[in-house]
């Protein structure tokens, strides 16, 4: 079956501008989460949806954003864009209701020039 | 601050030896989940845990969940250029709570 799909692969942005990536999980799963991973972070947490509802939110700005489809699929979308804004941003998928772990996408690397 | 604390940050070790990597917590989790990462793409899951004490072994990959669920462990045999990666755990606090990183063990072997 497919996996989790991610576009676009690479961005690059100027400051200031304003970006929407994409997600689509694997079909069947209604939970999906997004996450920033940079080299001194490691993985942060934004947001996670079910349903079309965000059920969990991390501690990022406003700038940050993001919402569900019926069918699942999954837009972020950052205003305002800043250089250290620049990371992999990663998307997973899970089952509903599932104690157990994330499929991730191959991610979307924004650099912000 | 990190929820959980992975150690050591980076490992570099030649073919053929063993290796441990820790995952350390004051918190309880509901279950555990080990991921691979490689350059470039998103991690990859390799196991669940979800029972104190519990050990699953895959291949040359043994992984433990502490007693108390709060810390894991996974321990590699005979490690081969292959594993090579970034080596991340993840805890979930609750059944439908959010997963939480470690920041990752970096592992490079070398042949």
């Known amino acids: 079956k497919a996996g989790v799909t991610q576009t676009p692969r690479y961005l690059i942005k100027t400051r200031g501008q304003q970006v929407t990536l994409s997600c689509s999980p694997i079909?069947?799963?209604?939970?999906v989460s997004w996450y920033q991973q940079t080299p001194g972070q490691g993985l942060q947490f934004l947001f996670e949806?079910?349903?079309?509802?965000?059920?969990n939110k991390g501690n990022f700005p406003g700038r940050f954003s993001g919402r569900q489809f019926s069918n699942s699929r999954s837009e972020m979308n950052v205003s305002t864009l800043e250089l250290g804004d620049s990371a992999l941003y990663l998307c997973?998928?899970?089952?509903?209701?599932?104690?157990?772990?994330?499929?991730f996408g191959s991610g979307t690397r924004l650099t912000v020039v | 601050t990190q929820l959980l604390e992975q150690s050591p940050q980076f490992l570099s070790i030649q073919e053929g030896e063993n290796l441990t990597v820790y995952c350390n917590s004051s918190?309880?989790?509901?279950?555990l989940q080990w991921y691979r990462q490689e350059p470039g793409e998103g991690p990859v899951l390799l196991v669940t845990?979800?029972?104190?004490?519990e050990v699953k072994k895959l291949k040359r990959l043994t992984f433990q969940f502490g007693d108390a669920r709060k810390d894991s462990s996974l321990h590699i045999t005979a490690a081969q250029p292959g594993d090579t990666g970034l080596y991340l755990c993840?805890?979930?606090?609750?059944?439908?709570?959010?997963?939480?990183f470690g920041r990752g063990t970096q592992l490079t072997v070398w042949p």
């Open positions: 997973a998928s899970s089952l509903p209701d599932s104690p157990y772990g994330y499929t």
């Open positions: 079909s069947g799963h209604r939970s």
């Open positions: 949806y079910f349903s079309e509802t965000q059920r």
């Open positions: 918190s309880v989790f509901s279950s």
């Open positions: 845990v979800v029972t104190g004490g």
């Open positions: 993840a805890g979930r606090g609750s059944t439908l709570g959010r997963l939480y």
